[in-house]
C-alpha cells in the first residue's frame, strides 16, 4: 500500500479486527478509542504503530475508517478536522444516513462507505480477529465524494482483508440488509419476548441447538444495534409487514382442522439446504 | 444393564446415535430399518449385534426404541406384535399422540415416551453420533403404562446415553416445545419466505452468519417436521398468536416517527446473553 498510511477510530470487533488484519499483514496503523479500557487493550496487543487521540489521528493518516456504531460514525464525519486528498471509509451496519453525511464533507475530501458482512456475538477490542473477513461480502457503497482513486483505494483495503469487494449503491443497501440483517434481528428479539411471555421457567432448561442458533444474534449489543435499526426502520418496517402476512397465512393453514402444512415448505426447504454461507 | 437387550426401529440420527452410543460402551443393540440403504450402512457400521424386521425384532429384544418420524411411531405402536413385560420407549418430538397410542397397548406391555433435545440439521445414519447426547435433556413422559421398574429402566437408558433424564407430562412437553423448537422453526420458514418474497436474488450474496443462524432449521427434513408440526398444531397456533401480537407492537415502536426501539429489547438481549446451552 505504499506510503499510505490507515488509521481507524473506533477499536471495537470490527476496528480491531481490520488493524490486526493489517499489521499481520506489515502495513502499519493508528488507532483511537474513547474508552479507556479499551485503548489500554489496545495499546497492550502491539498492533498500533500509535494510538491517538481522533482529531491528531485526522491528522496524522492519510486514510479514515470510522469503526464506531453508526450514530457516531456521521458525528465523526461532520465534526472531525478532515483535509483535502483525504480519504474517509466507514463500517457501518446501514448506509442512506452515512452517505448523506459523507456528501456535506468539505470539497476534496474523499469519501466512500462500506460494510463488512461479518460479525461475532461477542464485541469488543478482545474479540478482534485478523481472519474476521476471509472470504466474506465487504460492501462498498459510492457517494459524492467517491474518485475513481479513491474506490481503488477502498477496494485495495478489502482485498487485504481477505473479503469480496461488492458494489452496492446505499438505497438498494439498507433495504437488503432489512431482509437479511434486521428482520432476523427483530425475529430473534420477538422468539425471546414469546419464550418470556409464557412465564414458564422450565422452558430454558429444555431449549436446544435450534432455539440457540434462532435467537443467536438477540445477544447483540444494543449499543451497537439500536442505532442500526433506528436509522433502518422504514425498510425494517416493510420487512416486517410483509412477514407478519406470512405468518398470519400460515397461522391459518396449522389451525385448519385437520391442520395443513403450507404448501410452500417443500420449496423453502430445498432452497435453505442449497444455500451455502462463507463460514 | 445386565442381560435385559435392546433393539432399535428406525436408524436415523437419533436411533443411529443410541445405537452407537450403546455399542461404544459394550452394549449389544439390535436395528431395524425398512430403507435398504439405511440398512446397507447400518450393517456395514458394525454397530448392531443383528439387523432385523420389525416383528422380529420385537420377538427378540426386552427393550424396543422407535426412533422413526412420529407419525409411524404411533402406527408401530398399534401395529407390532408387543409382548408383555416388554419395555416400549420412543424419541419422537410431540408427545400427546404418542402417549395416547401408547396408552392402548395390551395390559402387560410397559411404555415410556422420550424426547431426546439433541438434533442437527443432517439427517440419517451416517450423520449419527455416540456423543449427541452428551450433556443434552433427555425428556421422559409417563403414560398409563408406565411402571416403576419401565421408568427406572428408561432412566438408565438415558444415563448411559450421557444425557440428563427430565420427567414431565405430555401436554406440559407438547407446550413447551412448541415455544423452544417448533416456533423458532415456523419462523425460519417465514425469514426464507420473506426474503425469497422480495424477488432479489443479489439478498444470498450478502446474506452472513446471522441469516445462516437465523434459518438453520429450516433447513430440516420435511419427511420428520412435518408430522411434527401436525401432531402440534394447536400449541403452534397459540404459540404463532403471541408472537403475532409482539411483532405488530414493535412495528408500531419502529414505524412511529421518530422510530422508537421497543423498551423491553434492553431486558431480552440481557436475557439471551444469560442464557447457557449444553453445545
Chains 1, 2 share one sequence.
Not at 114 to 125: I, L, N, Q, T, Y
Not at 129 to 147: A, C, M, Q, S, W
Request: glycine fraction near 8%.
Amino acid at each position: 500500500m505504499g506510503n499510505f498510511r490507515w488509521g481507524i477510530i473506533g477499536l471495537g470487533l470490527i476496528g480491531g479486527s481490520i488493524a490486526r488484519r493489517l499489521a499481520q499483514q506489515g502495513i502499519p496503523v493508528l488507532g483511537a478509542d474513547q474508552d479507556p479500557a479499551t485503548q489500554s487493550e489496545a495499546r497492550a496487543s502491539g498492533v498500533f504503530e500509535a494510538l491517538l487521540d481522533p482529531p491528531a489521528l485526522v491528522a496524522a493518516a492519510d486514510g479514515v475508517i470510522l469503526a464506531t456504531p453508526v450514530g457516531a460514525i456521521e458525528e465523526w464525519i461532520a465534526s472531525l478536522p478532515w483535509r483535502p486528498g483525504q480519504l474517509v471509509l466507514d463500517t457501518g451496519s446501514t448506509k442512506r444516513r452515512v452517505v448523506a453525511a459523507m456528501a456535506r464533507l468539505p470539497e476534496g475530501v474523499c469519501a466512500v462507505g462500506g460494510h463488512p458482512m461479518a460479525g461475532k456475538e461477542r464485541s469488543g477490542f478482545p474479540a478482534s480477529d485478523p481472519e474476521l473477513f476471509l472470504g466474506k461480502p465487504f460492501i462498498l457503497v459510492p457517494t459524492p465524494r467517491t474518485t475513481p482513486e479513491a474506490a481503488a483505494r477502498a477496494e485495495e483495503l478489502v482485498t487485504v482483508l481477505g473479503a469480496r469487494p461488492i458494489w452496492m449503491d446505499a438505497e438498494i443497501h439498507d433495504r437488503r440488509v432489512a431482509w437479511v440483517s434486521h428482520l432476523p434481528y427483530v425475529v430473534a428479539m420477538a422468539l425471546m419476548a414469546a419464550a418470556e411471555a409464557t412465564g414458564d421457567p422450565a422452558l430454558w432448561e429444555i431449549a436446544a441447538s435450534g432455539f440457540r442458533d434462532a435467537t443467536r444474534v438477540a445477544a447483540s449489543d444494543l449499543r451497537m444495534m439500536g442505532p442500526v435499526v433506528r436509522s433502518n426502520a422504514d425498510e425494517i418496517c416493510a420487512a416486517l409487514e410483509v412477514l407478519g402476512q406470512i405468518l398470519a397465512r400460515w397461522r391459518d393453514d396449522l389451525c385448519a382442522s385437520p391442520p395443513m402444512l403450507p404448501p410452500e415448505w417443500e420449496h423453502l426447504a430445498a432452497r435453505r439446504r442449497a444455500l451455502r454461507f462463507p463460514d
